[in-house]
T-cell receptor, first 111, second 116 residues
Framework: QKEVEQNSGPLSVPEGAIASLNCTYS??????FFWYRQYSGKSPELIMF????GDKEDGRFTAQLNKASQYVSLLIRDSQPSDSATYLC???????????FGKGTHLIIQP | SQTIHQWPATLVQPVGSPLSLECTVE??????LYWYRQAAGRGLQLLFY??????ISSEVPQNLSASRPQDRQFILSSKKLLLSDSGFYLC???????????????FGPGTRLLVL
């Protein structure tokens, strides 16, 4: 059974600091990895995706992937109060049959 | 640009009543379509996905069903709702192409369903 694990939090980070969110997955056949942000009462919105081992940067966000360790992370630099949300990690096998989501990490950025 | 719509936004239904939730996508053709449910304290659960008109794959056995009568329309139904059907129902789409692009999913605004 495919599983995606995240620490539910809450993870509290002071404004301006780096927030580090982690995710592990069980399916070694996983090919693609996604991070979504979900504000309370709203639907998830895509932040970024990563397919290859290493780092991928997009603005203040950096995704890191280590397939050998089955580990994905998201770094948020210069954290802002508007970054306070639940962050969902999702994993796919490279097909059209949907993604497996973790339960999310609740991030709180303290002003 | 692509837009995904869901309605209704909220719904309160009695146990045993029928259900019909609708999802439509604009600005793309032949998308892959998905229904997820997010229950309180639980993660996103994939319910159904569709790669084309009339093609439905079910991920979780339950009293729900899905249909895709048109290319960009996806409907979630139930004949008799259960209390456990309460939750946040999300429709998502991805590009109907080969390769990694078909996996990147974009979500609609969702329908919040409360079964009493």
């Amino acid at each position: 059974q495919k599983e995606v694990e995240q620490n539910s939090g809450p993870l509290s980070v002071p404004e301006g600091a780096i927030a580090s969110l982690n995710c592990t997955y069980s399916d070694r056949g996983s090919q693609s990895f996604f991070w979504y942000r979900q504000y309370s009462g709203k639907s998830p919105e895509l932040i970024m995706f990563i397919y290859s081992n290493g780092d991928k940067e997009d603005g203040r966000f950096t995704a890191q992937l280590n397939k050998a360790s089955q580990y994905v992370s998201l770094l948020i630099r210069d954290s802002q109060p508007s970054d306070s949300a639940t962050y969902l990690c999702a994993v796919g096998r490279g097909g059209a049959d949907g993604l497996t989501f973790g339960k999310g990490t609740h991030l709180i950025i303290q002003p | 640009s692509q837009t995904i719509h869901q309605w209704p936004a909220t719904l309160v239904q009695p146990v045993g009543s029928p259900l019909s939730l609708e999802c439509t996508v604009e600005g793309t053709s032949n998308p892959n379509l998905y229904w997820y449910r997010q229950a309180a304290g639980r993660g996103l659960q994939l319910l159904f996905y569709s790669v084309g008109i009339g093609q439905i794959s079910s991920e979780v056995p339950q009293n729900l069903s899905a249909s895709r009568p048109q290319d960009r329309q996806f409907i979630l139904s139930s004949k008799k709702l259960l209390l456990s059907d309460s939750g946040f129902y999300l429709c998502a789409w991805s590009r109907g192409s080969s390769g990694y692009l078909q996996e990147t999913q974009y979500f609609g605004p969702g329908t919040r369903l409360l079964v009493l």
